[in-house]
């Protein structure tokens, strides 16, 4: 199996309906979102993201009317979230699955490589070499972000393939304009998974996210008769579509205000 796979990511998929989706009541529910792309938007540096006034009322709002049950899902780690969300109650998972914190439950960490350290200097240097490309370090990954520098794209993409192929349980992720090597065992779609077992099968899963390694939490909760929501263009397995983390906060802020729709 290889990582789009194992996210759940497929080219024959078919179009999500535009709009708004049709969602249930908020105690019925476990929510599961994405940070940058889905509540905010993607800046030009990993650090430069601006928080909406108005977020933490809404993931407030959120923990309270679903019982606790939404949660953060990410590939930044869980400490940069928790920097940019301090006030949220409720569970982050980091690192696209390889961590997890809060919100009442056990703690889940992972291991890396004990030579991992090896890679972040050699993606360190070689950002350092290039022009627009910036590198970031992660407690459980590496990445390579060309944003300032789309054209630099090719050359990152061919390096890294070539690097990470020498390495045993790790893969390379594609993201937004960026590059990231990761463990090959984590994804969201599992953490998901793991977090509605807890959560109770019982609940009706919503997942919004607007990346790749987003497809499967969105493919999760389509196929256990919930609501996926892709944001932004792309293939997907979502069965809705938004445009921007703008159209994200006023559905979840429409949907605490009416109270949702049984299916």
Known sequence: MNFYELIGFSEEMPEPDPGKPRLPPPGDACVFLDMDGTLVDIADRPDGIAISPDLGALLDDLLDRTDGRTAIVSGRDTATLKGFLPGFRGVMVGSHGAERRGGGLP???????????????????????RDGVLYEEKPYSAALHFRQAPDAMPGVERFLEAFVADWEGLTLHRAKMALEIMLSDVSKGRAVADLHSLWGDGTTPIAIGDDRTDEGMLRYAVERGGIGVKVGDGPTAASCRLSTPREVRALLRDWLDDGGHRP
């Open 107 to 129: 703690d889940v960490t992972s291991e890396l490589p004990s030579d991992f350290g090896c890679i972040r200097k050699v993606l360190r240097t070689y950002a350092d070499h």
